[in-house]
């Protein structure tokens, strides 16, 4: 089955990183996109970050532009968010995502919590 686990997430101050990593199972992991979204408390689902199944394109919600970066290791079936220069308004749990046979698949997510 079709298995995605995010780690990394916690406690950061403003201006801090955070690295989020997302390893996956069960699936041709190569051939597909990945994403990272987000969902802070009382809102919806956001797509932060996508990256190409080869890893040679990446697209970037304007929120997070400049700030951070998706990268994949296809050896190891991972996909990684470098979160840099973190602002509270980043606090959400963050989930890493794919789409197989025309539905989404998500992690458990992973809690990133920015705060003095």
């Known amino acids: 089955q079709v298995q995605l686990v995010e780690s990394g997430g916690g406690l950061v101050q403003p201006g801090g990183s955070l690295r989020l990593s997302c390893a996956a199972s069960g699936f041709s992991f190569s051939r597909y996109a990945m994403s990272w979204y987000r969902q802070a408390s009382g809102k919806e689902r956001e797509v932060v970050a996508t990256?190409?199944?080869?890893?040679?394109?990446?697209n970037y919600a304007d929120s997070v532009k400049g700030r951070f970066i998706i990268s994949r290791d296809n050896n190891k079936n991972t996909v990684y968010l470098q979160m840099n220069s973190l602002k509270p308004g980043d606090t959400a749990v963050y989930y890493c995502g794919t789409w197989l046979a025309s539905r989404p698949y998500w992690g458990q997510g992973t809690q990133v919590t920015v705060s003095s």
């Open positions: 990256v190409s199944g080869p890893g040679d394109s990446t």
